[in-house]
């Protein structure tokens, strides 16, 4: 398993992580663990309807989305 250091931690940002570790009744490393794993889940979970919808109010495209509600129905390859 992969193993990080972190140097020069400000003694304030480590007392800070201690104290919401115990908050959440895990150890610092587990803390810091935790973070850092929800940090890259939502880097990767971008979607591609956040991104379009983004693009459209920044190109001030005025768009109310409607679901399609019908069920979907199997690609037919022949």
Do not use: C, Y
């Not at 115990?22 to 794993?37: C, D, N």
């Not at 591609?48 to 399609?68: M, N, Q, T, Y």
């Amino acid at each position: 398993m992969p193993a990080v250091t972190i140097r020069n931690l400000s003694e304030e940002a480590h007392r800070a992580l201690k104290v919401r570790a115990a908050k959440h009744g895990r150890s610092t490393e587990a803390e810091i663990r935790e973070i850092l794993e929800e940090a890259a889940r939502l880097a990767a979970r971008t979607k591609i309807g956040s991104e379009l919808a983004a693009l459209g109010r920044r190109l001030k495209i005025d768009f109310e989305p409607v679901r399609d509600e019908a069920p979907i129905e199997p690609a037919s390859f022949e």
